[in-house]
């Protein structure tokens, strides 16, 4: 017995066009980086009970970094969070009209990051606020927050074009 649930005839959605290279050796990188500086601090602490000053910061940013590009990533694969399970009961209209309208919902959300975090970055930068662990210029960090928002719109941008292709083609 198949525990799948009915597709009503889909086929999966088309892969991106622009390749997920990039995104997927950065985040595999901050994932690394991260692994190795809280190693290397684990290792100083136990040798010498003291620990490195920056892991925290860096480890923060990193993670961050990585939760952006792994979003992106998942937007780009068609695997970001959605109602699946209420999806696929849907008839084929109604699934693309909700499809396309949490892609609006997406659509605006990031472009609501994208102008606040440069807003907040640009704040960081004009006051000269520095990071409380080591005083690195803070716009250093946020200046992230806008662009990779940026890139996961056009992930997401990507998404509904060819949803909308894909409807497209069975018309």
Not at 18 to 28: H, Q, V
Not at 56 to 72: D, I, K, P, Q, R
Not at 113 to 120: A, C, M, W
Request: proline share 5%; charged share 15%.
């Amino acid at each position: 017995m198949s525990t799948a649930s009915p597709d009503h005839g889909d086929s999966p959605p088309p892969t991106p066009r622009i390749s997920l290279k990039i995104e997927e050796t950065l985040a595999a990188l901050a994932m690394a980086i991260i692994c190795l500086i809280s190693l290397a601090n684990v290792i100083v602490r136990y040798a010498t009970n003291a620990s490195f000053a920056f892991t925290e910061e860096f480890s923060v940013f990193l993670l961050v970094v990585m939760t952006f590009l792994g979003a992106s990533i998942a937007f780009a694969r068609h695997e970001h969070i959605k109602m699946t399970f209420l999806l696929k009961r849907m008839p084929a209209p109604l699934r693309l009209a909700v499809e396309l309208l949490i892609l609006a919902v997406t659509t605006l959300l990031f472009a609501l990051v994208i102008y606040y975090g440069s807003t907040f970055a640009l704040d960081q930068w004009r006051f000269e606020e520095v990071s409380a662990g080591l005083g690195y210029p803070s716009w250093i960090y946020s200046i992230w927050l806008p662009i990779l928002s940026a890139v996961i719109l056009m992930r997401v941008l990507e998404r509904a074009w060819l949803a909308l292709r894909r409807n497209k083609g069975r018309a």
